[in-house]
């Protein structure tokens, strides 16, 4: 237990700059897009009063998306949670979270359109990366599992 509060401090140090990088990255994505840079959403300036706060907002609250999806990685380790479990409780960790930030820096709207439309990216999203994650170490277990009928087949002769 100890071992895992600590590697859930040490991720969520990790993913502080990592979701910075990650907001960062989809903001001139979108500069790109459409021709112009800002900061930070129009709704993000006008909760926060200015260009500056909406900005500090968008980098300090990016930072905690990225240390709680860090930090709560450790899920996928308790070894007596059944993949069911650990997803559940993941996403119920991170869903929320990840909604509010997105309203507070005026990536969705409150409105039920607003709403839906954010879970059904952020679904599609989540899924995406869990399939493949899920077909990676699938893929690895096979490998694991194969080398290890090669080494039973060759003992046993």
């Known amino acids: 237990m100890k071992n895992m509060k600590k590697q859930i401090l040490l991720r969520s140090a990790i993913g502080f700059p990592i979701g910075v990088?990650?907001?960062s990255l989809i903001l001139l994505v979108i500069s790109f897009c459409?021709?112009?840079y800002a900061p930070c959403s129009p709704g993000c300036t006008a909760l926060f009063g200015s260009e500056t706060a909406g900005a500090t907002a968008q980098f300090l609250l990016s930072?905690?998306?990225g240390s709680v999806f860090a930090g709560s990685s450790v899920i996928w380790e308790v070894e007596s949670w059944s993949l069911f479990r650990a997803t559940a409780t993941h996403f119920c960790i991170v869903?929320?979270?990840?909604w509010v930030v997105s309203l507070l820096l005026?990536?969705?709207?409150l409105?039920?359109?607003?709403?839906?439309?954010?879970?059904g990216i952020f679904l599609c999203i989540y899924l995406s990366i869990w399939?493949?994650?899920?077909?990676v170490y699938r893929r690895k277990i096979q490998k694991i599992n194969q080398k290890l009928q090669e080494d039973t087949n060759e003992n046993a002769v």
């Not at 869903?95 to 990840?98: G, I, N, R």
């Not at 399939?131 to 077909?135: R, V």
């Open 21 to 23: 990088c990650v907001s």
């Open 34 to 36: 459409i021709g112009t």
């Open 63 to 65: 930072g905690l998306v």
């Open 95 to 98: 869903t929320p979270l990840f």
């Open 106 to 109: 005026g990536w969705c709207s």
């Open 111 to 119: 409105s039920l359109w607003g709403m839906l439309l954010y879970l």
């Open 131 to 135: 399939f493949s994650e899920y077909s």
